[in-house]
């Protein structure tokens, strides 16, 4: 071994000794360029208006505390400025691009985990998930770890084709707490060659509220519970689709005379799909309220009772009050209709033409 | 020699001893007058409020003035004077100040206001500095009535002459303005609630503490109206007790409890919740989970945060302690992404299980999940405009942040203040209602004013001392000097809107029947707010509305005089100023003093004159005035067509330029769409025979090949109107909705939606009827052909009969409606179609059949 080899195995031991850093990047738009399949962490913070932000900034950032979980990542630190000057406006741009953030980010500070295709793929912005670094942290690694999970089946699946290729996404689909990018979905490139048996095209395109405007228009309780029982057979849907099927169908059944026992078996079948989930919660609170008849309903705010949506002031200036009549019929002015010419010769309704009122055209006998 | 002297100096001992001994019953000390009064009850004047001025506190029992005593002698206490009353105090008339002073003109203020233009300076370095003076410790206000008599006699000292120069040289001064200060919080509170609060326990120490601190004082006097001070220091007694250090030693804390303290007294909602939501805003800041534009808000507007609505806890409230916090740490956003952000939440009418957002049982079932937490039960079930525009709102108000949602016609929407401005969000509409309001004006008008008012702090600053200068000379019974001061407020200030409410309470009270101070008032409004510079349109109109004219009108004789003062607001008006408002409060206001027709007509004549000339109001004015004319007695059967002729003819003189044309075609539509909403047949065809001379251009001409029924085309002089909600897009191309029943051809959206939704049409009188044709937009889809529609008539547009059960439909664009078989008749027709909702486009409706005489 010489002097050279001896000091590059050093080197290499040293760094192997060391923790392995994440990829920190300057820009998103760079870190999408260069992320391939490793997951993008967005750290984005209000730069120059929360304390809160700048303790996670502190903490997280400047004290690497996360670093950690972000070996396999790629890091982008994202100021948000409020108010910014031409300074900070020019620096955001730099950092964010012209593509901006995607959609779903609702608080900040909070840690985004993105993919190559500035899908979102999760995020950590919840208060007790953000509150504190061990907090954050905990999250953020079960979110990468769904993250690779899922992202492994896709890339599998990329490779395969046919029923099994719609197998592994749909196994894809099921990693819990990542959404499943839209271009690993029906139609896109991510997909291609799928033949769907699985119900994958179904579960993407569901949308609840179809569902239950559906049932509204069936005529009878059994029909609508033929077409729940139908939906709920096929497969590909998720366990939170499953349980606003049910929803609706309990929903339907509770206004429209269901036995209660009925409506019993289905929000606990609907509870026990996933008990821990906010629909299991839902389910709890509906067996609740509409089957051990617990009074929550009567504390649980409606639109109506407090959206202010009718406080448009009324005049406080002296009111008009002549003779109000407006509720009767006062147009009884007499009138010369002589039908398909009458408009065209008279200004005003029951009035004589006079100079300077428009005229109109008359309407012609076909 | 000796003898003399020692006479000498025993006879002036003698002498001085005597006068000495006698000295204080010849010249007592102002504390000695009070020592007197105080063991002699006196009788006390009390409160000469203007008659029709509510005093708001009235259930405020805690701070309600105890009984006056009947005697002879002097009564030095202060009775409390809230901002709606006027005090006078049991002092000798002066002899020099029982004058009403001469009117003035704005120019004759220049000197005052180039010395005021000088004081902002001075109040700013003032401010930054601020100023303390011990010299009423706690244990002397025990005894409030002698601090009141001792900085009133002091003040009144120093005031001189009171000439308006000397009042401005005393207002320069710190000490004076701390004087000032403490003179009217005792005048507010009353000197028996002071005593009242000095009892409590810590009351003395606060007051004392307040009392030494202009800035604290300048707070909670200048930053928006004092009802219910001393229930408000009462609020703020309890938060010192449990706050002390943070209050005293932190200027954020001390204005986070101030303002809590004060918004809840003043708007009367509870003290314990009063409690947690300062425990909510001052936590949050020690905390720093504010946002940091939180410690830069002034006392004005952090009233709007810390007194931002709904503050009970218990219930499923917005503003309850619960929710805010929740939302602090949820939705942390930088200002101005607040906007936007309800779509955070999902728009859902029904939830999942088909629930309605209007009852209970959409949220019902999270509600314990959610931990009864208003914002986190939307976010996981959706919620529609109420719910995304609280959300939106109360995001921005939970991170400290100036915000308020607003109502509109149906709908909620939202005010955000991002870097000084207000900006609606989720807005669908131009009539918005705030919900947090200093004044109770609700327009949107009244929280611009309230921005620019306050943003000019050390202007508005003067102007309100100028105000509580002129309260306690009037209280003094100094009314000349009271009189300058007040004008000299409104002209420092022509914003001012309490102050000059104020001003017209104190003429009604003291120079009722003095014409030229009424004018003078009115020109004041009307140059100053509401002159194009300012554009507070809104605002100048209700304060002429409601404040003004009842004290000038009756004072006019002359008709015409009157007209032309009431045109003169109009005159100078540039488009809508800060937000269209509701023009036809005022010109209610203003018609309501006309006595007869004659006098009404030549009102119109007058005002129409100006306003038509306006194409930002013409469309707003000519549905007031025809809605106005209908509901005029017509007993001759001519006045209304009178009138609403001359409203036509006044509109049609108008110029429509190309550049014009859109704003005229958007106001014939905005003032059709109200015809169509009152169901004026005569008003809407006019309207629409005008738009048709005024706006060729803007109806297409469709060509219409329709099939006929026997007799004439009966609906051409009819009324239509369709059952959808119309939006401001929609109202301005509302003329087009005449045209659908011209030989041309039109546009007007249908809605069909059970037995009863759908379209009306008014005939011009009872007819027999044969048939009708329906020309559509666009094919009827194939799904939707089953049900068919239906033809109904009625005599009374309330009791229907249907006429023709199936409609005939060519596969194209036609329906027809044969109705020879059923021999009907009627006035109103109804075309609905008993299913789902349905909205096809329609270009042409034709009823035929023949005019039933002798009706």
């Known amino acids: 071994m010489n002097r050279r080899s001896l000091f590059l195995s050093l080197v290499s031991l040293a760094a192997m000794a060391l923790p392995t850093q994440a990829a920190t990047m300057r ?22 208006y929360d304390e809160v932000s700048k303790k996670a900034y502190e903490e997280f950032v400047k004290q690497h505390k996360l670093q950690s979980v972000l070996q396999k990542c790629i890091f982008v630190e994202v100021p948000i400025y409020q108010l910014p000057d031409e300074r900070q406006k020019r620096e955001m741009e730099k950092v964010i691009g012209k593509a901006g953030l995607p959609g779903g980010i609702f608080s900040y500070p909070s840690l985004a985990v993105v993919d190559d295709g500035g899908n979102l793929r999760g995020i950590v912005q919840k208060a007790d998930e953000i509150q504190d670094v061990e907090a954050a942290k905990a999250a953020l690694a079960k979110l990468l770890e769904a993250y690779d999970q899922q992202e492994s089946l896709i890339t599998k699946a990329e490779k395969a084709g046919g029923t099994v290729k719609a197998k592994l996404l749909m196994q894809a689909a099921e990693v819990r707490g990542v959404n499943l990018p839209p271009d690993a979905g029906e139609g896109g490139k991510r997909n291609k060659g799928m033949k769907d048996n699985v119900g994958l095209g179904a579960r993407q395109s569901f949308d609840p509220i179809t569902v239950m405007e559906k049932t509204f228009t069936m005529d009878s309780n059994a029909e609508v519970e033929t077409y729940i029982r139908g939906l709920l057979n096929k497969p590909g849907y998720s366990l939170a689709q499953r349980q606003e099927m049910l929803a609706a169908l309990a929903g339907h059944l509770r206004r429209n005379n269901g036995s209660v026992d009925k409506i019993r078996s289905l929000y606990t079948e609907m509870r026990e799909l996933d008990p821990d989930s906010m629909y299991g919660a839902y389910a709890q609170g509906a067996l609740d309220m509409w089957v051990d008849k617990k009074p929550i309903a009567a504390t649980a705010p409606s639109e109506i009772n407090r959206t202010n949506n009718a406080i448009i002031s009324d005049s406080d200036g002296p009111s008009v009050v002549i003779n109000d009549n407006s509720a009767d019929d006062t147009d009884d002015t007499p009138v010369i209709n002589d039908g398909h010419t009458a408009m065209g010769t008279r200004a005003g309704a029951g009035s004589t033409p006079k100079k300077d009122e428009p005229q109109v055209d008359s309407m012609e006998d076909e | 020699m000796s003898d003399r002297l020692i006479k000498l100096l025993l006879s002036v001992l003698v002498s001085m001893t005597v006068g000495f001994a006698v000295y204080p019953y010849l010249f007592p000390t102002e504390y000695a007058k009070h020592t007197a009064k105080d063991e002699q009850p006196a009788v006390v004047k009390r409160d000469n409020k203007v008659d029709d001025w509510e005093r708001d506190d009235a259930d405020d029992e805690a701070w309600k003035e105890e009984e006056p005593v009947v005697d002879d002698g002097p009564d030095e206490r202060v009775v ?18 029982n004058k009403i002073p001469e009117s003035r003109v704005h120019a004759q203020f220049t000197s005052s206001l180039a010395s005021i233009q000088q004081m902002e300076n001075k109040y700013a370095r003032a401010e930054k500095e601020n100023y303390f003076n011990d010299d009423f410790p706690a244990e002397r206000w025990n005894d409030p009535v002698a601090i009141y008599q001792e900085i009133a006699d002091r003040v009144l000292i120093k005031l001189g002459n009171l000439d308006e120069k000397t009042i401005l040289a005393f207002m320069e001064s710190s000490p004076n303005r701390l004087d000032l200060a403490r003179l009217t919080i005792i005048r507010k509170i009353g000197t028996t609630g002071v005593g009242q609060l000095a009892a409590q326990p810590g009351g003395a120490e606060m007051l004392a503490a307040i009392m030494r601190d202009l800035n604290w004082c300048n707070g909670i006097l200048y930053s928006g109206p004092t009802r219910n001070l001393g229930h408000g220091l009462a609020n703020l007694l309890t938060l010192y007790t449990e706050d002390k250090e943070a209050i005293l030693n932190d200027e954020v804390i001390k204005k986070t409890a101030t303002t809590c303290a004060l918004e809840f007294a003043r708007e009367g909602w509870p003290d314990e919740f009063m409690k947690q939501r ?44 619960r929710n805010l916090k929740w939302m602090r740490d949820n939705v942390r956003l930088p200002v101005d992404r607040y906007l936007g952000s309800e779509y955070q939440l999902q728009y859902r009418l029904r939830n999942v299980a088909g629930d309605s957002v209007f009852s209970g049982d959409y949220l019902g079932p999270v509600w314990e999940y959610t931990d009864h937490t208003i914002a986190w039960a939307h976010r996981e079930i959706g919620g529609v405009c109420g719910a995304l525009s609280h959300y939106a709102s109360f995001g921005a108000l939970s991170n400290g942040l100036p915000a308020m949602p607003m109502g509109e016609p149906g709908h909620c929407a939202y005010a955000l203040r991002v870097n000084g401005e207000w900006r609606r969000g989720n807005s669908i509409y131009w009539q918005h209602g705030i919900q947090k309001t200093l004044w109770g004006q609700n327009e949107w008008d009244f929280l611009i004013l309230m921005q620019n008012l306050y943003s000019q702090h050390f202007r508005t600053m003067i102007s309100d001392q100028l105000i509580a200068m002129a309260d306690f000379l009037g209280a003094r019974k100094k009314m000349t000097a009271s009189f300058n001061c007040y004008e000299l407020a409104l002209h420092a200030q022509p914003l001012n809107w309490p102050a000059h409410a104020r001003y017209a309470g104190y003429l009604k009270l003291k120079a009722p029947n003095d014409y030229k101070k009424w004018k003078a008032l009115h020109d004041a409004v ?9 554009g507070h349109y809104c605002a100048a109109g209700k304060l002429l509305a409601n404040s003004v004219y009842p004290g000038l009108v009756p004072l006019i004789k002359d008709a015409n005089t009157r007209n032309k003062m009431f045109a003169s607001f109009f005159k100078d008006i540039e488009g809508w100023g800060t937000n269209r408002w509701e023009v036809k409060d005022l010109l209610n206001a203003q018609i309501a003093y006309c006595k007869d027709n004659k006098e009404r007509k030549d009102f119109l004549h007058d005002v129409l004159y100006v306003l038509m000339a306006k194409k930002d109001y013409s469309g707003a004015v000519l549905t007031w005035g025809l809605g106005y004319v209908s509901k005029l007695p017509d007993e001759d059967g001519k006045t209304q067509e009178e009138f609403s002729n001359m409203m036509v003819r006044a509109m049609a003189r108008t110029k429509t330029t190309k550049k014009e044309l859109d704003a005229t075609w958007g106001a014939l539509g905005e003032a059709i769409a109200a015809a169509e909403e009152n169901g004026e047949r005569a008003t809407f065809q006019a309207i629409g025979r005008l738009a048709y001379a005024k706006c060729k251009s803007k109806f297409e001409k469709k060509n219409i090949k329709a099939p006929r029924f026997p007799g004439k085309v009966i609906s051409q002089t009819a009324l239509i109107k369709p059952a959808t909600t119309m939006g401001d897009g929609d109202m301005k191309n509302a003329c087009q909705h005449w045209a659908v029943l011209q030989r041309f051809g039109g546009s007007i959206p249908g809605k069909f939606e059970g037995d009863k939704t759908g379209t009306l049409i008014q005939l011009d009188s009872k007819c027999d009827i044969t048939g009708a044709v329906v020309v559509l937009k666009n094919p009827i889809e194939k799904d939707k052909l089953k049900p068919a529609f239906t033809l109904q008539a009625s005599d009374d547009g309330q009791n229907w009969t249907t006429i023709v059960r199936e409609s005939d439909y060519d596969g194209k664009l036609t329906l027809k409606f044969d109705a020879r078989q059923a021999k009907a008749s009627g006035k109103f027709l109804r075309i609905v179609r008993i299913g789902e909702k349905y909205e096809p486009g329609m270009t042409g409706v034709y009823v035929y059949g023949k005019q039933i005489k002798n009706r």
């Not at chain 2, 009353?85 to 100040?97: A, W």
């Not at chain 2, 001052?282 to 007194?307: C, F, H, I, P, Q």
């Not at chain 2, 009307?526 to 194009?532: L, N, Q, R, T």
């Open chain 2, 80 to 97: 409390r004077q809230d901002d709606d009353s006027f005090n006078e105090e049991d002092v000798p008339e002066d002899p020099k100040q």
């Open chain 1, 27 to 48: 820009s998103y738009p760079d870190a999408l360029s260069k992320a391939g399949h490793k997951p993008i962490v967005l750290f984005c913070y209000g730069a120059n």
């Open chain 2, 278 to 321: 300062y425990d909510f805003y001052s936590s949050s800041y020690k905390e720093g989970r504010l946002n940091a534009l939180y410690k830069d808000l002034l006392y004005w507007d952090m009233r709007l945060v810390t007194g931002c609505a709904e503050g009970n806890n218990e219930g499923p409230c917005w503003g309850g302690a």
């Open chain 2, 526 to 534: 009307v140059d100053g707010m509401g002159s194009k510079k300012y």
